[in-house]
């Protein structure tokens, strides 16, 4: 069987539901074997009772207003149809109260005492007098309203006396006469005539006597003399002339001009000739050798101006130190470095280099053309090196299987790539015979559900073996547990009877309430549910009952619209109370009525003025006007109107006046006495302008000796001198100037002279390579060399000299190696003791073979016939081999051979055979290494 699974959720909050929980067969009994037990479980569960939340019956209506305003109370009530029980939601209040009718009460108007009546508003032509009185207590919340608080009567209303209105004066006339005593006169007009009894109007012209002053008597002027000479003839001098008074001025007659006149003359610049400084030292030569350039200069104190002298030239340039310059000694670029003396802990390098340049005079000498440093100066290496292995460690385990370890220590570092130190621990396996197993159960589950509600039942808790104890290991415990739960005595729930009959409704309409009751027939104990409520109440009787309206009383009247001509006037009143239900309705809550119906006194209504019209001259005095409209005539005793147009004296800026000019004098010397001149004669002013008025010209010019001058050339200011004509070494620059006046003798309008700025870079010159040298090594890869020399050595920056010695790889085919054999050995010993046929040999090794084409390896052996062997004894017996036997001949064929041969006839023949082979065979084994004879013979040992 599978675990169960958790217990679901409780089917009941309160009240005892059930809870459930399975689990799955995962194999089947079979064959016997045990059944399998339930798939599904179910328990009790929250056996509390549940909690009864309390029920309100609905509220009655609101209790009539114990006030009818300025604030009450009103209550209302509800019965409790169910009590909470079992921490259910507890009853609320049965009682509510509430303000009502807060509205303030009404509150009346009271009015104080009426004023006296006020002074009338005019002493006739009718006024209005009034008076008023004050308000004591305002009315407000719907009270009695306030009456008028102002009355209004006429009063003063006979005819009123109307004066005389005369208009403004008007400007005085021109006087008849400009001196000695005139008349002028002025007018103004009535605007307004006089009548019932009003002042009387005045006159309306007037004059008064004007230009009482003498006559004025102007002054009389002489003619002027003539113009005194200049008292300089250049740089602004002056001249003067005079003239007499003939007749002196009087009473404000035109006074008299100035009797002296004087004017500047020759107001041209004196020319000013340049004046420079001493010449200054002659600065340092800007090279030491190979021709320089030394400078002086000097400055320009004043400038020529006005035509003045020239300055003459501010620099001079002269050449020096023209002696050649010393050549150093140029070397050649360094090779590259030689292969090191050692392979490692330091050995030696060297590299060379060539003399291009041999130094001259006192040039810097050649330095040394071998350099030598140390290489490959890294440690040799050092190989690691450890000591013995110690002895096995304890196992880590008793059982189970468990782990040895040993181990062995670095007695040296490797170092400079010396071979690695090898591994310093091993591990090895022990005691793995297999450990005893204790019982392992799992954990208690949660005690299960009670087996009752109440009155003392049982829970149990299970828990399983997850291992089987074995190998002697400790024993599995009990998979069962129970407990007590539940002991509580069982509740005993409340019986009650069926609810009675509702009684009749307490009320008709408005809202009433109706009860019914039941019993109780036996009460709740030990927790069990409580009784409900004994009586229930409902509401009835829900139709609202009829209200009529109430007003309140009608306010005052107000105050006439209008103080004549019929107005209006209003009262009010308020609604206390709105009918409910069917009840009588409100009436009106406002009145009106007429009132002052008598004809209103109208005065007359004029419009505002308009602007004044602009004023009738542009200078001195002159009129300007303004008019209105009459919009309503007077009736009934009303004002009249007044006049509707005006006019007033406007004086504006005084006219302008132009100036009296006097005549002009007599022309002056003409300022050139050739090349066009002029001449200027001037007048002065007699009377000036006022007001705006103009003046001519004072001075007049006029042109003189036109004629062209015969003048001496006059130069311009030399410029700045142009920039250098080469940025580097000696080059070039000029200054030029203008011609200012052409004439006779003008100087040079350019300028050159010689100008430095630095040395120039030189780029490094070199030759054209060389032929490339012969091939160091014939084959296996050699280095070849050519070589250029430097003609100039790069100097103030130029492009820097490249190397002057090149090299490549030549002749990398590999190099043919012959064949190296080892010496021959000796020769061995004879296979035969006797005869013609005894044979030894001797051989070599091969040392190292051919290669890429060397000459081929020899014969690694060679065999010949044994000389000077004895002739074998004629008794066959033995044939002369050896031991009774010839090694190399091993058939019946070469053993009958032997005895034949043996026999003295042939002897002869034979050996003549023999020498032939033996010379046959030598020539074979020359070309092939090792040859066995086609008729199998011999072979070879």
Known sequence: MGEWSEFSTCSLDCGLGIQTR????????????????????????????????????????????????????????????????????????????????????????????????????????????SRSRPIAIASSFGGQACQATEENKRCNEKACPIDCVMGTWGTWSTCNRVCGGGSQIRTRSIVVASSVGGKECEATSESQVCNTQPCAVDCVMGSWSQWVPCDKSCGKGSTSRSRNIVVQSQYGGKACESTVEVITCNVQECPQDCVVQPWGAWSACDKSCGGGVSIRSRAIIVPSSNFGRACPTLQEVQKCNEQACPVDCAMGEWSKWGE?????????????????????????????????????????????????????????????????????????????????????QETQSCNVQVCPRDCVMSEWTTFGACSKLCGRGTQIRTRTITQVASIGGKACGVTTESRECNTQECPVDCVMSNWGSWTPCDK?????????????????????????????????????????????????????????????????????SAPIAGGRA??????????????????????????????????GTGIKTRTRKTITQPSIGGAKCGPTFEQSECSEAKCPADCVMGAFGTWSVCDKSCGGGVMRRQRFIQTPAVNGGSCGQTVEVTACNTQTCVTNCVMGDWGAWSACSATCGAGLQTRARRIAIAGVGCGATQETQACTIKPCSVDCSMSNWGEWSQCNKQCGGGVQQRIR????????????????????????NACSKDCVMSEWTSWAQCSATCGMFGMTRRTRTIVSSPSAGGVACGATEETKTCDNLPACPSSGKGGGVKGGSFKGLRSEQEQTALSVVSSPVVVVAMAVAAVALVALVVIIRRRRSVQVMNDGFYQDF
């Open 586 to 619: 409100c009436e009106s809550t406002l009145e009106t009525k007429v009132c002052n119906v008598e004809p209103c006194v109208a005065n007359c209504v004029q419009s505002d003025w308009t602007v004044w019209s602009r004023c009738s001259v542009t200078c």
């Open 789 to 812: 020399t430097i003609y100039q050595a790069a100097s103030n920056g130029g492009v820097a000299c490249q190397n002057t010695i090149e090299e490549r790889s030549c002749n990398t």
């Open 340 to 424: 090191c003396t050692e392979k490692c802990g330091g050995g030696y390098t060297t590299r060379n280099r060539g003399i291009i340049v041999q130094p001259r005079g006192t040039g810097k000498p050649c330095l040394s053309t071998i350099d030598t440093k140390r290489c490959n100066t890294n440690p040799c290496p050092v190989d690691c090196q450890v000591s013995d292995w110690s002895s096995w460690s304890e196992c880590t385990a008793t059982c189970g299987g468990g782990k040895q370890y040993r181990t062995r220590k670095v007695v040296k570092n490797s170092a400079n790539g010396g071979s690695e130190c090898p591994h310093q």
């Open 22 to 129: 399975t689990r799955v067969v995962i194999v089947p009994a079979l064959n016997g074997g045990k059944t399998c037990s339930a798939t599904f479980e179910k328990r009790t569960c929250n056996p509390q009772p549940c909690a009864i939340d309390c029920v309100m019956g609905p509220w009655k209506e609101w209790e009539q207003c114990s006030k009818t305003c300025g604030s009450g109370k009103t209550t209302r009530t509800r019965l409790v149809v169910t009590a909470s029980a079992y921490g259910g939601k507890e009853c609320g209040a049965t009682v509510e109260t509430k303000a009502c009718n807060e509205v303030p009460c009404p509150i009346d108007c009271l009015m104080g005492a009426w004023s006296t009546w006020t002074p009338c508003s005019v002493s006739c032509g009718g006024g209005i007098t």
């Open 508 to 576: 008709t309409c408005g809202g009433g309430f109706s009860s019914r009751t039941r019993v109780v027939q036996r009460s709740a104990t030990n927790g069990g549910v409580p009784c409900g409520s004994t009586i229930e109440h409902q509401q009835c009787s829900q139709n609202p009952c009829s209200v009529d309206c109430v007003m309140g009383s009608w306010s005052q009247w107000s105050v006439c619209s209008k103080p004549c001509g019929t107005g209006s006037s209003t009262r009010t009143r308020v609604v206390i």
